[in-house]
C-alpha cells in the first residue's frame, strides 16, 4: 500500500498531528494524543491504536499495560489537514491511565476543576509498580 496519503496531512514542526479518540456508537471524546508518520502507519495497519508520547519520546500502543486497546473503526482527516479523529471501540470500557472512562472527566463548575465521572476501575489494580 502506497504512504502517499500520509503527506496529505499538515504535520506540526516536530512531526507530530493531534488525535481525537472517539467512542463509536455513543460519540463521546475518550481521549487526546499525538501521533507521528510511523504511529499513523502502525495504527493503520494494525487496526489498533498507536501514539507517540511526547513525554516518553517513544511509540505508545494504547493499552499495552492496561489491557486497554483501541480497535480502530476509521481513521479520518479534517478539513485542514491537522487534526486526526479516530473511531474507535474501547475496549474494557476505560480510556483514561485514572481508571474513567474518559480523560475528560472534569468540568468547570463555579471556578473550579470538579471530577463529574466516576472512576470505573482503581489505577493501581490496572498498572503494575515500576
Known amino acids: 500500500m502506497s504512504e502517499a496519503w500520509l503527506d496529505e496531512i499538515r ?3 516536530d ?3 493531534p488525535v481525537i479518540a472517539q467512542q463509536t456508537g455513543s460519540g463521546r471524546v ?3 494524543a499525538w501521533m507521528n508518520r510511523e504511529s499513523l502507519v502502525l495504527t493503520a495497519q494494525e487496526g489498533y491504536a498507536v501514539y507517540w ?3 516518553r519520546g517513544k511509540l505508545w500502543r494504547k493499552g ?4 486497554h486497546r483501541q480497535k480502530v473503526i476509521s481513521i479520518q482527516l479534517d478539513c485542514d ?3 486526526i479523529l479516530l473511531e474507535i471501540e474501547q475496549e474494557g ?3 483514561c491511565h485514572t481508571g474513567r472512562q474518559s480523560c475528560f472527566y472534569r468540568q468547570l463548575i463555579d471556578g473550579q476543576w470538579q471530577a463529574v465521572e466516576p472512576v470505573l476501575k ?3 489494580s490496572i498498572y503494575a509498580s515500576s
Do not use: H
Open 11 to 13: 504535520w506540526t514542526s
Open 15 to 17: 512531526g507530530l498531528i
Open 30 to 32: 475518550v481521549m487526546f
Open 53 to 55: 508520547s511526547r513525554s
Open 64 to 67: 499495552e499495560e492496561s489491557g
Open 81 to 83: 489537514e491537522d487534526v
Open 93 to 95: 470500557g476505560i480510556a
Open 122 to 124: 482503581d489505577p493501581k
